[in-house]
């Protein structure tokens, strides 16, 4: 576990149980155990309640307005799998539950997000809902009992898809919400999330809350970074492996963290205790939380390479959006520090 993460659980009064951790400690993998008994949906199952879950940290999603201006919120993640079927059971805290949407009313609502394409090759989608050419498939519960599957190819561009046989159940009781997704490992059609562990025991996935009685919707959600689920049956690639564990930033965030003044950054970005609100670019107060090393790195080095699609954050030419973003033109030390300061922003 991060001490970071640690940190926010224990800023959040929430209890922690020690994640599923791979070897070097990561607290980016949540195991699947294999059964021999369909997962039950009931999300008050002992045998739910049994596994240690992985602690994941959403946080507020601030790339796109509206978003929101929530605290970040731990939810916790256990999964089983059959030789058929593929289940998790999310748990998170809120203090009140909201079933019912209606006019000027939301309900709770919870979601994974799966790449349509991973395994060795691939790279990651944008985390908030993929990017052109690199699609995401959701599966979404909301607490009025709605269970759909939805796909989108970066944010503006969700689309319900047919049903796939996704079954979803939530239960609130005493400040806690606790969902089980359920669907068949194989799927038919296109934008689909498939999982078959004897080719790749490793699936990137995210998570996504929205507290309805904050007005919570859409954009306005709490996001967590990609995260890792492994598969206890099945194989998984050395070489995906390591693309899955995240490099340890190699400079200095309190460098980085003045360099972002005086390399213009927090011109056009809100950071944490930067005065000025600038909103020419997207608030990067959690950045590190949501974004990982690398996606950052190229962020930089390649502003329009995904371009985050904000209103004002880009223009088009040739039918092509430019990042309004400069790349990045400092050396290399300061390239390191200001990614450090990034990394440590959640
Ligand atoms: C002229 C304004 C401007 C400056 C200066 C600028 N940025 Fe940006 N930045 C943007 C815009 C606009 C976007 C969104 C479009 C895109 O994806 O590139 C962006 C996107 C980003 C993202 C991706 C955020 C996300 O939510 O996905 C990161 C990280 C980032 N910038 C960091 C930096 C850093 C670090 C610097 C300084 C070295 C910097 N920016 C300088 C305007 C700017």
């Known amino acids: 576990m991060s001490r970071l993460l640690a940190a926010t659980a224990i800023a959040l009064g929430v209890a922690f149980v020690p994640s599923v951790s791979g070897a070097g400690g990561s607290e980016a993998f949540a195991l699947a155990k294999r059964v021999a008994a369909e997962p039950p949906l009931d999300p008050a199952s002992p045998v739910w309640l049994k596994l240690a879950p992985l602690a994941v940290a959403l946080y507020p999603q601030t790339s796109v307005a509206p978003g929101t201006d929530a605290k970040p919120l731990i939810a916790r993640v256990r999964a089983l799998h059959t030789t058929q079927t593929l289940a998790i059971h999310l748990e998170w805290r809120d203090r009140a539950a909201a079933r019912e949407p209606g006019i000027g009313r939301f309900a709770d609502a919870a979601a994974l997000q ?57 239960q609130w009781k005493g400040g806690v919400w606790r969902a089980v997704f359920r669907r068949a490992l194989a799927a038919e059609g296109e934008h689909r999330a498939r999982f078959d562990p004897a080719r790749s025991a490793l699936v990137p996935f995210a998570l996504a809350i929205w507290n309805g009685e904050a007005g919570e919707r859409d954009g306005a959600k709490r996001l967590s970074a990609w995260k890792w689920l492994r598969f206890e049956k099945g194989s998984a690639d050395e070489a995906y492996a390591e693309q899955a564990s995240e490099p340890a930033p190699a400079g200095d965030a309190g460098r980085g963290k003045r360099l ?36 950052l790195a190229q962020s930089l080095a390649e502003p329009s390479r995904i371009v985050v699609p904000g209103k004002g954050y880009f223009a088009v030419q040739d039918g092509k959006r430019i990042s309004l973003m400069p790349p990045f033109d400092g050396g290399e030390a300061e390239r390191r520090d200001i990614l450090a300061y990034l990394k440590s922003l959640r």
């Open 260 to 295: 972002v003044s005086e390399k213009g950054c927090a011109a056009c970005h809100v950071f944490p205790g930067n005065p000025a609100q600038p909103r020419i670019g997207p608030a990067l107060t959690y950045a590190g939380g949501i974004h990982s090393y690398s996606y």
């Open 114 to 170: 799966w790449p349509v394409d991973y395994g060795p090759g691939h790279a990651l989608p944008y985390v908030g809902m993929g990017h052109a050419s690199a699609p995401v498939a959701l599966w979404f519960w909301r607490a009025d009992g709605t269970a759909e599957t939805l796909a989108a190819e970066g944010f503006g561009t969700l689309t319900r898809q047919p049903p796939d046989g996704l079954q979803a159940r939530g």
